[in-house]
């Protein structure tokens, strides 16, 4: 095991515990979401893991080490971990090559030049390797941290929202280079997240986490496809949720309906289409049943009444 969170207890004021006996663990070379919504507690868990923050209770153990916090540091931070919070802490006067290139020893000045050469073209900023950072937007900024930290090829990278500042074409291209980096070098990395999807086909675990608690830890398919309540199945996106009355009146076997779990059929329930739009890869449609309401996605548009079948675990794969 790389990291062990064990039994933590954290606050930041006295009278409102944030974390209450949380324990987490990570194995080496694996990359794990840490997911929830906002406030959750992410970014203080990836805080107090890398060692800027004093927790009252627990331990936190690398490699069966135990880290002692700030108080046990002189300078902030753990040697085997890297963590690019959410606020950079680049060197402002320094151009991007020199900020990439902190952590890289200078004794031979060609391997370093060509390692920085390298490690800009993971984050797509090769073309801005002689600029200053303050003069870079702070998407740019961000991808230029992440790259500081590949340098040193840390044991465990901590991203917190690493993704949340670049625009959909930029976010497709820095996820597919960093992970395929993160996995060719072995590294570990707890990346935190609202946005599950966008990470989802590169993770081996999410850690869900609902004020301070956590309440789910599973692979990717289990946890999307057996959420354990409905805050989990939101992170995936829109999620229909049923009532104890809705779903024994319709004869399902479960409260949780994904839209696309739910299909247009030639026999079902029949449900009344109250509006359907053009959503780009599918349309968006609201019926209702009776009166229950729905959201299902269709590839096309939908009017009138239509029959919808439920599609039940027993009939996935
Ligand atoms: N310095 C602080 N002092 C007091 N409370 C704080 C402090 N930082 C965070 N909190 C509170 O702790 C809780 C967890 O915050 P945290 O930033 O860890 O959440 P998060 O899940 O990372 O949120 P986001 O996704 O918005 O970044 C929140 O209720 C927040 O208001």
């Not at 987490?24 to 507690?41: K, M, N, R, T, Y």
């Not at 090829?153 to 959909?168: A, I, Q, R, T």
């Not at 599950?196 to 309440?215: A, K, N, Y």
Request: charged share 20%; glycine share 6%.
């Amino acid at each position: 095991m790389l990291l062990q969170v064990k039994n933590l207890h954290f606050s930041y004021t006295p009278n409102k515990k944030l974390f209450n006996n949380l324990s987490i663990s990570i194995d080496e070379g694996q990359i794990i979401a840490l997911a929830g919504e906002s406030g959750c507690g992410k970014s203080t868990l990836l805080n107090l893991i890398y060692g800027l923050l004093d927790w009252e209770d627990g331990q936190i153990l690398l490699n069966g080490t135990r880290l002692m916090g700030p108080k046990g540091n002189l300078v902030p931070g753990e040697k085997d971990m890297k963590f690019v919070a959410q606020t950079y802490d680049l060197m402002p006067y320094s151009t991007v090559s020199e900020n990439v290139g902190k952590f890289i020893s200078n004794i031979n000045l060609h391997e370093k030049k060509m390692r920085v050469h390298e490690l800009l073209k993971v984050v797509g900023m090769e073309d801005f390797a002689d600029i200053k950072p303050q003069f870079l937007s702070g998407g740019q900024q961000q991808r230029v941290a992440i790259a500081r930290a590949l340098s040193v090829l840390p044991k465990l990278l901590l991203l917190d929202e690493p993704f949340s500042n670049l625009d959909f074409s930029r976010k497709i291209e820095l996820r597919e280079r960093l992970f395929n980096f993160v996995k060719q070098n072995n590294l570990s990395l707890i990346i935190s997240t609202h946005e599950i999807q966008e990470v989802m086909p590169w993770l081996d675990r999410i850690t869900v986490l609902q004020d301070g608690r956590l309440i789910q830890n599973d692979s990717p398919k289990e946890t999307y496809l057996n959420p354990y309540n409905s805050y989990v199945a939101k992170l995936f996106g829109e999620v229909n949720v049923l009532t104890d009355a809705e779903k024994d009146s319709l004869k399902l076997g479960r409260h949780l309906w994904y839209p696309h779990q739910i299909k247009v059929a030639a026999q079902g329930e029949p449900a009344k289409v109250l509006e359907s739009r053009f959503a780009g890869s599918s349309y968006w449609n609201r019926v209702m049943i009776d009166s229950i309401p729905l959201v299902i996605y269709t590839d096309h548009a939908l009017s009138g009444t239509v029959n919808l079948h439920f599609i039940e675990q027993s009939e996935r794969l």
